[in-house]
């Protein structure tokens, strides 16, 4: 299982929408090609919801499922249909 931090899209600390969606748009997000992903849960800054939102709507493009939270306590929030 591939795992996203939050952390890693930081901007001088914190989430900052305008750099963030950069980040985002510039990241190659077909390497979770058929992969499950785990967007980690837990960030050392406040996250605010719809970054998780954006980062979900990138890898649904490419993952075959995507997670949410924890490694020993994830919850499944997407599922390709079209993968077997």
């Known amino acids: 299982m591939e795992i996203i931090y939050l952390d890693d899209f930081l901007n001088e600390g914190i989430i900052r929408e305008e750099a963030f969606r950069q980040s985002v748009n510039e990241f190659d997000w077909s390497k979770y090609e058929g992969k499950k992903v785990l967007i980690k849960g837990c960030s050392e800054v406040p996250v605010p919801t719809w970054s998780y ?9 490419f993952a075959e499922k995507i997670l949410y939270g924890e490694p020993c306590s994830a919850f499944e929030i997407f599922k390709n249909q079209n993968t077997n």
């Open 53 to 61: 939102l954006i980062i979900t709507a990138h890898l649904a493009q």
